[in-house]
């Protein structure tokens, strides 16, 4: 499955970027999907992850009530809500796949998108 990553962008504390990941190349809902951030030099974090049919969620404690991650299986299509954001927000998000289960380690996915950059403004 292909990856394609959209929607960063440049915003202040306290507003919000909606991001956008569209799948291509495979049975959408066959997959786990995921979002991680990574900083320069740092490893990469699991943010949210959406079980095929969208009926059980996960979320990091650092976005938890800020962020919410939710899939159209008929668009092929995952997204990440977020509101509140913070400075520390800021990163490169990845979107990912994975057959199966809903897992939250980097290194549990097999396909990945691009990434795209959010930048918090304090």
């Known amino acids: 499955v292909q990856l394609q990553a959209s929607g960063g962008g440049l915003v202040q504390a306290g507003g919000s970027l909606r991001l956008s990941c569209a799948a291509s190349?495979?049975?959408?809902?066959?997959?786990?999907m995921a979002w991680f951030r990574q900083d320069p030099g740092k490893e990469r974090l699991f943010v949210a992850a959406?079980?095929?049919?969208?009926?059980?969620?996960s979320y990091a404690d650092s976005v938890k009530g800020r962020f919410t991650i939710s899939r159209d299986n008929a668009e092929n299509t995952v997204y990440l809500q977020m509101n509140s954001l913070k400075s520390e927000d800021t990163a490169v998000y990845y979107c990912?796949?994975?057959?199966?289960?809903?897992?939250?380690?980097?290194?549990?996915?097999?396909?990945w998108g691009q990434g795209t950059q959010v930048t918090v403004s304090s």
């Open positions: 990912a796949a994975r057959r199966g289960r809903l897992l939250s380690r980097a290194p549990d996915y097999d396909y």
């Open positions: 190349g495979d049975t959408f809902n066959n997959y786990a």
């Open positions: 959406i079980i095929w049919s969208g009926g059980i969620t």
